[in-house]
């Protein structure tokens, strides 16, 4: 075997080593990263027609420009929206739903966003009966909403609350539209409904003289009971200025909206999430300023760490600049430069000196056996003077064999030169003790 071919075998293996440190560390990467960003993602939204219907439709348009088809899924309402969150089988990865429904022990892989917008609770109830106070709708035909809804879940535990139960009263499950409808037509007396201001039955409801809205002067006591719950007051007039509905400024009870996503989702997707949150409801309402959301609170689950970075430095910096894929692809590829540079580096600026250590290494361990010959030879311990000159030889041989690159050739001719050396001292003794 050639010397070129001896040092090209030899630093194969250094190449293998290098390589296989090297995929490592990019395996080792892309596992910590993460998979790509999925290319369809399921929500959970509302029944048609209602804000989180709404919501979605606006969410969905907003991440088809990022390449992201948003998947929608219709539901009674916040209620139905947590089960399916929960259940990691129904393909469902986010939604939304008001505070007050789960807590972080019966939603253990659910994360908050933040908060997105109030939800009032509206109690309306035909102008034809006589009311003054809620226990007063005993009796009465009362829609609290469809199951799996979040009006419903307030509506039954306010009622509760007031004395109103099945056991007084004729409850329905109607939603938003079928509840509006009914008080017109005076198929029910009153309705509890969970919707936003911008919901077209509640601004119906509120300029009718048909219907009217009731208040709750007690609304600081429901906020003190139910910490989740906020006070809102409704101006006098909004309703219909004309013929000044409400008559007077109401107080409202509400929780807030909060988009909720499992605690698998892939972060770019929760950027895009955030990113479309801040484009939707920032902007300034009849019960918000611009700006006060979304915002950085968690209601019944714990902020995301996304999220709290979104909110604390805003998108993460490249898809402030590029396209969403681009922008993820460019981050990974930085990511990876990480491990490799701190891989490649070291293997470059490090391996000729542990080549060069391996070269002396194999040298210097003729030169520890020489020495012991020698040591032998002056001490007179060894064997005879013909089995040192056989173990001379050998040594020789062996040092005849050893291919090194030239730059150590000076070592193996240093060697062979100390074995001559020996080899004549050994010659000489055995020339003394045949003349002996």
Do not use: C
């Not at 088809?69 to 947590?82: A, D, F, H, T």
């Not at 007031?162 to 009263?169: E, L, M, S």
């Not at 050739?409 to 003790?433: G, K, P, T």
């Amino acid at each position: 075997m050639s010397i070129r071919t001896t040092i090209a075998r030899n630093w194969l293996w250094v190449y293998i080593a290098a390589g296989t440190v090297i995929l490592a560390a990019i395996v080792g990467t892309f596992l910590w990263l993460g998979p790509m960003p999925p290319k369809v993602v399921v929500m959970t939204t509302g029944a048609p027609g209602s804000a989180y219907d709404l919501y979605g439709q606006q969410y969905k348009a907003i991440l088809k420009r990022s390449g992201v088809e948003l998947r929608l899924m219709p539901s009674p309402g916040g209620v139905e929206n947590l089960r399916r969150l929960n259940d990691p089988r129904s393909g469902v990865m986010v939604g939304f739903a008001q505070g007050g429904l789960t807590s972080p022990a019966q939603s253990p892989h659910l994360e908050s966003l933040g908060t997105l917008s109030y939800e009032p609770f509206w109690l309306f109830y035909r102008t034809n009966i006589q009311f003054q106070r809620v226990p007063d709708l005993a009796g009465k035909k009362i829609s609290v909403g469809p199951e799996g809804s979040g009006t419903r879940a307030l509506a039954l535990k306010f009622f509760a609350l007031n004395g109103i139960d099945q056991n007084v009263a004729q409850l329905f499950a109607f939603d938003t539209n079928q509840a509006g409808d009914a008080l017109f037509n005076g198929t029910i007396d009153a309705a509890g409904m969970l919707e936003s201001w911008d919901s077209p039955t509640v601004r119906k409801l509120l300029a009718s003289s048909e219907v009217s809205l009731i208040g709750f002067p007690r609304a600081d006591a429901y906020v003190a009971l139910y910490p989740y719950l906020n006070k809102l007051i409704l101006p006098m007039g909004v309703g219909n200025m004309a013929t000044n509905r409400p008559a007077n400024d109401v107080n409202l009870i509400a929780p807030k909206t909060s988009l909720i996503v499992r605690d698998e989702l892939n972060s770019g997707i929760t950027a895009l999430l955030l990113e479309a949150a801040q484009e939707l409801h920032s902007g300034a309402g009849i019960f918000q300023k611009a700006g006060q959301f979304p915002a950085a609170e968690q209601v019944d689950v714990p902020l995301s760490q996304d999220a709290r970075q979104f909110y604390k430095s805003g998108p993460p910096f490249l898809q402030r600049y590029l396209p969403f894929w681009l922008a993820t692809l460019v981050t990974r590829l930085l990511v990876l430069l990480i491990p490799l540079v701190g891989v490649v580096y070291p293997l470059v600026r490090f391996a000729p000196a542990i080549y060069a250590w391996s070269m002396r290494r194999r040298i210097f361990r003729l030169y520890g056996e020489l020495k012991v010959i020698e040591l032998e030879l002056e001490t007179g311990r060894g064997g005879s003077t013909a089995q040192m000159l056989a173990q001379l030889e050998r040594l020789d041989e062996r040092a005849n064999r050893l291919l090194v690159p030239n730059a150590f050739a000076q070592f193996l001719y240093q060697v062979r030169n100390h074995i001559a050396l020996v080899r004549a001292r050994l010659q000489d003794r055995a020339r003394e003790e045949a003349a002996a």
